[in-house]
């Protein structure tokens, strides 16, 4: 089959990796703007373009899809059999959706309706659900409202983080694109129920800010959903903190004052939570550090019990 494949971050890579070992032609590839990265805010490729560029894929990079008279040209000469979409980061217009033969399809790492938007996965850890999945629906010009192609449904593993989760739905969801397109002829088209729809908007940086105000388990949902990006926080001494990751304590004594050290670990500091509850912190980063096991941090900046952890005055500014 003649594809055109939409994707951006890493997370698009095995839908368009087994693509190819399925045998399918990726004519095309489109695929976000580079974009400033690290300190140096040096131009970054996304992933996709690398993957493309390594194996002498065609590829386009519109600043505005919408906009782009050239991308729609291409397109048309190309005459595609179908579009696969895998987190491309753009919205795509009705003229390209419905030029391909059988019309554009996306892959979406949530259960459809629930979680439509840009971050799902992040948010159905943040929520506390214990599955999620990965659904194929055909796109129209509303925010994933298409009609379901197919889906397939996975536990959200104890500790898992959005990283770890996002790539295994990658994979899981790449499998079922392959699936689906073998029987794009004869697959049934499944409305969805409106009514039921949940919504995952994008993540700012500062809503990884921790509010040791909440139970322990909240705390600990917020630090694996913000794992790699854009990392849950906290202040201290006035310096801001990235908690990469930790646990809720169970069978511990109270604790009273919320974003207070109750007590230094060999394995990392224990915060005061919500409702007498605790957090273990076992891996964090000062600003523009490396990240670190908590045990070697402490030795470079010992905490104490006592100490109070949360937001500056003026977060925003800091961050």
Same mark, same amino acid.
Request: hydrophobic share 35%.
């Given at each position: 089959m003649k594809i055109i494949f939409f994707g951006s971050p890493s997370a698009a890579l095995p839908a368009l990796e087994r693509l190819i070992q399925a045998g399918h032609s990726i004519d095309l590839v489109i695929t976000q703007p580079d974009k400033p990265s690290g300190?140096?805010?040096?131009q970054a490729p996304p992933p996709v373009k690398t993957f493309a560029l390594d194996r002498g894929i065609r590829f386009l990079q519109p600043i505005r899809l919408r906009q782009d008279e050239h991308t729609l040209e291409v397109i048309k000469e190309i005459a595609p059999d179908i579009a696969v979409v895998v =987190?491309?980061?753009?919205?795509?217009?009705?003229?390209? @959706?419905?030029?391909?033969?059988?019309?554009?399809?996306?892959?979406?790492?949530?259960?459809?309706?629930?979680?439509?938007?840009a971050a799902p996965v992040q948010w159905a850890i943040l929520k506390g659900e214990e599955k999620t999945g990965v659904?194929?629906?055909?796109?129209?010009?509303?925010?994933?409202?298409?009609?379901? %192609?197919?889906? @397939?449904?996975? =536990?959200i593993l104890p500790r898992e983080t959005a990283g770890e989760l996002e790539q295994r739905l990658a994979h899981l969801g790449a499998e079922l694109l392959v699936q689906? %397109?073998?029987?794009?002829?004869?697959?049934?088209?499944?409305?969805?129920?409106?009514?039921?729809?949940?919504? =995952?908007?994008?993540?700012?940086k500062e809503d990884g800010l921790i509010d040791w105000s909440r139970e322990a388990l909240a705390v600990d949902r917020l630090v694996r959903a913000f794992s790699p990006w854009p990392g849950a926080f906290t202040f201290?001494?006035?310096?801001?903190? @990235?908690?990469? =990751?930790?646990?809720?304590?169970?069978?511990?004594?109270p604790c009273p004052a919320p974003g207070r050290i109750a007590e230094i670990r060999s394995a990392g500091p224990v915060v005061c939570c919500g409702t007498g509850s605790a957090y273990l912190i076992r891996r964090l980063q000062r600003e523009n550090r490396r990240e670190m096991e908590a045990a070697a941090f402490l030795r470079g900046m010992p905490l104490q019990c006592g100490e109070i952890l949360g937001s500056l005055p003026d977060y925003s500014s800091k961050i």
């Open positions: 300190r140096g805010r040096s =987190a491309y980061g753009q919205l795509i217009p009705r003229l390209i @959706i419905d030029l391909p033969r059988f019309k554009s399809i996306n892959v979406h790492f949530s259960l459809l309706p629930k979680y439509r938007g659904t194929i629906f055909e796109l129209n010009e509303k925010m994933d409202e298409g009609d379901i %192609l197919a889906q @397939i449904e996975t =536990a689906t %397109l073998h029987r794009i002829d004869s697959v049934e088209r499944r409305p969805q129920d409106h009514s039921q729809a949940t919504y =995952a908007p994008r993540l700012k201290c001494r006035g310096r801001r903190l @990235i908690i990469h =990751a930790g646990e809720p304590l169970h069978g511990e004594k």
